[in-house]
T-cell receptor, first 111, second 112 residues
Framework: EDQVTQSPEALRLQEGESSSLNCSYTVSGLRGLFWYRQDPGKGPEFLFTLYSAGEEKEKERLKATLTKKESFLHITAPKPEDSATYLCAVQVGGATNKLIFGTGTLLAVQP | NAGVTQTPKFQVLKTGQSMTLQCAQDMNHNSMYWYRQDPGMGLRLIYYSASEGTTDKGEVPNGYNVSRLNKREFSLRLESAAPSQTSVYFC???????????FGEGSRLTVL
């Protein structure tokens, strides 16, 4: 069964304290892995797409990496405005509209 | 930059009532989606439309119907609301070829 698991469920960091969020997946034929940010009361906002193992993408303090079994979202020197829920989603091969979402990691960055 | 617009933002229904959630996108995307988000469950696909004139069931379609009115608009209808349909509903459209989804701000539905 296709599955996406995110850990930890919640993470509290001090401003400037770097860390990583994990998204592990077991799917039949990965076509793409997506990271989204969701602020309270808002819809998810697209951050990155990764297509193949070894690929990396960066945006400001965020860096996403991909292996054959998992993806990491590294947050370097986070600021309070990075506080949000981070979602990952996997697009499964052979079904272009099948996107499986994880349950997210709630990140709180304290000043 | 409107992107994806959903209405209403909030709605309270009584069991058995019906309602329609409206969604419109201005990005000329072919594919549109309806998801529901529940605590601890992640986003689950209700219905999607790969192109104007086509709709398909997702993971949790029971109790819902959809209409792809034109390329811009994709509505979700609850014919006889049940308390289990209390949720936050998100409409999304998908950028062709690259696949990322663009979401609306959500519609928060409570069924009493």
């Amino acid at each position: 069964e296709d599955q996406v698991t995110q850990s930890p469920e919640a993470l509290r960091l001090q401003e400037g304290e770097s860390s990583s969020l994990n998204c592990s997946y077991t799917v039949s034929g990965l076509r793409g892995l997506f990271w989204y940010r969701q602020d309270p009361g808002k819809g998810p906002e697209f951050l990155f797409t990764l297509y193949s193992a070894g690929e990396e993408k960066e945006k400001e303090r965020l860096k996403a990496t991909l292996t054959k079994k998992e993806s990491f979202l590294h947050i370097t020197a986070p600021k309070p405005e990075d506080s949000a829920t981070y979602l990952c989603a996997v697009q499964v091969g052979g079904a272009t509209n099948k996107l499986i979402f994880g349950t997210g990691t709630l990140l709180a960055v304290q000043p | 930059n409107a992107g994806v617009t959903q209405t209403p933002k909030f709605q309270v229904l009584k069991t058995g009532q019906s309602m329609t959630l409206q969604c419109a996108q201005d990005m000329n995307h072919n594919s549109m989606y309806w998801y529901r988000q529940d605590p601890g469950m992640g986003l689950r696909l209700i219905y999607y439309s790969a192109s104007e004139g086509t709709t398909d069931k997702g993971e949790v379609p029971n109790g819902y119907n959809v209409s792809r009115l034109n390329k811009r608009e994709f509505s979700l209808r609850l014919e006889s609301a049940a308390p289990s349909q209390t949720s936050v509903y998100f409409c999304a459209s998908r950028r062709d070829f690259t696949g990322e989804l663009f979401f609306g701000e959500g519609s928060r539905l409570t069924v009493l």
